[in-house]
C-alpha cells in the first residue's frame, strides 16, 4: 500500500548549505515530530512542503498526487510558522474563520465551523478580543486553529511550543494530541526539543546538516540511537569508545558480550543512566569509583562518578537507592547486557 504522504529524495540549496536528499513517508493521520538542532533545514523542508520554497530535486505527493511543481495556495496544506503570523487588526474570531471566506460556505456554516475550532483550541472566551493583545500560547492556538478549519490534508508545525513557558507548553501539547485524536490529521511537527515527542509523538525523526538521520517511534530513537550524534542529541550521556569483536565488546576498562549481536569495528556504546545498578562491593561489578557529583531533579538523584583508570559516568537511581550516599564516597556499578546498546555510525 502507497503511503499516504511521501517525499522522495528532495534536495535544495540555500547557498552553502544544502538540504537532503529526504525521504519521508507517513500513512493518513500519523503525527511526526522531526527533532534538529537550529539550522539543520527543518524550517526549510517545511517551507518546500509548503511549496514556499521550490526544491532542485525530488517529488512530493500526497494522496497519490503529485504536488511538487504546485504553488502554495493549490497544495492544501495548513503551514504554522514559528511566530504565528496572525492579523493584530482582526479578532480571534475573525482571525480562526479567515480561511474559510474563501470556500463555498454559508455564512452559518462558516460561524459554526469557526465555533468548533475555537472550543477545541479553548479559544472560545476569547472570540472578540483583538490578535494583537494575546499572550504567546494563545497566538500559536490561534494559529494553529485557523490552519485545521480548513481542513487541509496535511499540516506543517514549526516550533509550535517555543517561546512558552513550561504551563503553557504542557497545556498546548496537551490540546494539540487531543485534537489529533478527535480529527485525524496527518502532521508534521519540527522542534529542537526532545522533551516534546515524549508529550505528543508516536513517531520521531531525528535531522542534522540538512538530513534526516533516523526516524522510529521515540521509545526507538532514545534507547537505540543509530548514530553518535543522535545519541547525543536525544541527551545520551554515558557513550564510551568501543571495539567489536562478534559478540564481545571491548571498553577502556572492561570486556563485555554483546546481547544477540554479532559485530565487527571501532564504534561506541550507549548505557542509558536509568538502566545502571548501584551494587555492594560484595556483588559483582562492572564499574567502580568514587562519586563526584550528586543532583535532586525531582524524579531521581543524578550521580556523576569516575573512576581514575577508567571513565566518568552518569547514573539515574531513585531517592531511597542514594539516602546512605553522599559525594566523595566510593560507588559500584552494574547492568544487563542488553542494556549496552552498540553504535557503528558517526
Given at each position: 500500500?502507497?503511503?499516504?504522504?511521501?517525499?522522495?529524495?528532495?534536495?535544495?540549496?540555500?547557498?552553502?548549505?544544502?538540504?537532503?536528499?529526504?525521504?519521508?513517508?507517513?500513512?493518513?493521520?500519523?503525527?511526526?515530530?522531526?527533532?534538529?538542532?537550529?539550522?539543520?533545514?527543518?524550517?526549510?523542508?517545511?517551507?518546500?512542503?509548503?511549496?514556499i520554497s521550490r526544491s532542485d530535486k525530488g517529488y512530493i505527493s500526497?494522496?497519490?498526487?503529485?504536488?511538487?511543481?504546485l504553488p502554495p495556495d493549490k497544495r492544501n496544506i495548513g503551514y504554522?510558522?514559528?511566530?504565528?503570523?496572525?492579523?493584530?487588526?482582526?479578532?480571534?474570531?475573525?482571525?480562526?474563520?479567515?480561511?474559510?471566506?474563501?470556500?463555498?460556505?454559508?455564512?452559518?456554516?462558516?460561524?459554526?465551523?469557526?465555533?468548533?475550532?475555537?472550543?477545541?483550541?479553548?479559544?472560545?472566551?476569547?472570540?472578540?478580543?483583538?490578535?494583537?493583545?494575546?499572550?504567546?500560547?494563545?497566538?500559536?492556538?490561534?494559529?494553529?486553529?485557523?490552519?485545521?478549519?480548513?481542513?487541509?490534508?496535511?499540516?506543517?508545525?514549526?516550533?509550535?511550543?517555543?517561546?512558552?513557558?513550561?504551563?503553557?507548553?504542557?497545556?498546548?501539547?496537551?490540546?494539540?494530541?487531543?485534537?489529533?485524536?478527535?480529527?485525524?490529521?496527518?502532521?508534521?511537527?519540527?522542534?529542537?526539543?526532545?522533551h516534546e515527542t515524549w508529550d505528543i509523538a508516536l513517531k520521531c525523526?531525528?535531522?542534522?546538516?540538512?538530513?534526516?538521520?533516523?526516524?522510529?517511534?521515540?521509545?526507538?530513537?532514545?534507547?537505540?540511537?543509530?548514530?553518535?550524534?543522535?545519541?547525543?542529541?536525544?541527551?545520551?550521556?554515558?557513550?564510551?569508545?568501543?571495539?567489536?569483536?562478534?559478540?564481545?565488546?571491548?571498553?577502556?576498562?572492561?570486556?563485555?558480550?554483546?546481547?544477540?549481536?554479532?559485530?565487527?569495528?571501532?564504534?561506541?556504546?550507549?548505557?542509558?543512566?536509568?538502566?545502571?545498578?548501584?551494587?555492594?562491593?560484595?556483588?559483582?561489578?562492572?564499574?567502580?569509583?568514587?562519586?563526584?557529583?550528586?543532583?535532586?531533579?525531582?524524579?531521581?538523584?543524578?550521580?556523576?562518578?569516575?573512576?581514575?583508570?577508567?571513565?566518568?559516568?552518569?547514573?539515574?537511581?531513585?531517592?531511597?537507592?542514594?539516602?546512605?550516599?553522599?559525594?566523595?564516597?566510593?560507588?559500584?556499578?552494574?547492568?544487563?547486557?542488553?542494556?549496552?546498546?552498540?553504535?557503528?555510525?558517526?
Amino acid at each position: 500500500m502507497n503511503p499516504y504522504f511521501s517525499v522522495n529524495n528532495l534536495e535544495t540549496s540555500y547557498g552553502n548549505f544544502k538540504l537532503g536528499p529526504v525521504s519521508l513517508e507517513l500513512d493518513y493521520g500519523e503525527y511526526l515530530v522531526i527533532l534538529g538542532p537550529t539550522g539543520c533545514g527543518k524550517t526549510s523542508l517545511l517551507r518546500n512542503i509548503a511549496g514556499i520554497s521550490r526544491s532542485d530535486k525530488g517529488y512530493i505527493s500526497i494522496n497519490g498526487d503529485m504536488i511538487s511543481s504546485l504553488p502554495p495556495d493549490k497544495r492544501n496544506i495548513g503551514y504554522v510558522t514559528q511566530t504565528g503570523g496572525l492579523f493584530p487588526h482582526l479578532t480571534v474570531r475573525q482571525n480562526v474563520g479567515f480561511g474559510l471566506k474563501y470556500r463555498r460556505l454559508s455564512y452559518a456554516e462558516q460561524r459554526a465551523k469557526t465555533d468548533r475550532f475555537m472550543q477545541l483550541f479553548e479559544l472560545s472566551p476569547l472570540a472578540n478580543q483583538s490578535a494583537a493583545t494575546l499572550s504567546g500560547g494563545e497566538t500559536k492556538r490561534v494559529a494553529m486553529a485557523r490552519s485545521l478549519v480548513t481542513e487541509p490534508k496535511l499540516i506543517l508545525l514549526d516550533e509550535p511550543l517555543g517561546m512558552l513557558d513550561h504551563n503553557g507548553r504542557k497545556k498546548t501539547a496537551k490540546i494539540l494530541k487531543m485534537i489529533h485524536e478527535e480529527l485525524k490529521t496527518t502532521v508534521i511537527h519540527v522542534t529542537h526539543d526532545r522533551h516534546e515527542t515524549w508529550d505528543i509523538a508516536l513517531k520521531c525523526a531525528v535531522m542534522n546538516n540538512g538530513m534526516i538521520l533516523q526516524t522510529g517511534t521515540a521509545q526507538d530513537l532514545f534507547r537505540k540511537p543509530e548514530t553518535r550524534f543522535t545519541a547525543e542529541f536525544l541527551g545520551g550521556t554515558n557513550i564510551f569508545d568501543a571495539v567489536f569483536e562478534k559478540n564481545t565488546v571491548r571498553l577502556p576498562w572492561i570486556e563485555l558480550k554483546l546481547h544477540g549481536q554479532s559485530l565487527t569495528g571501532k564504534g561506541w556504546v550507549l548505557i542509558r543512566p536509568e538502566k545502571i545498578n548501584i551494587v555492594s562491593s560484595n556483588y559483582t561489578h562492572k564499574f567502580s569509583g568514587k562519586i563526584t557529583a550528586m543532583r535532586d531533579s525531582g524524579e531521581f538523584i543524578e550521580i556523576q562518578a569516575e573512576s581514575e583508570k577508567y571513565a566518568c559516568i552518569a547514573v539515574h537511581a531513585s531517592i531511597e537507592n542514594t539516602r546512605a550516599l553522599k559525594t566523595g564516597d566510593a560507588i559500584y556499578l552494574d547492568w544487563n547486557e542488553d542494556s549496552v546498546h552498540p553504535i557503528l555510525k558517526e
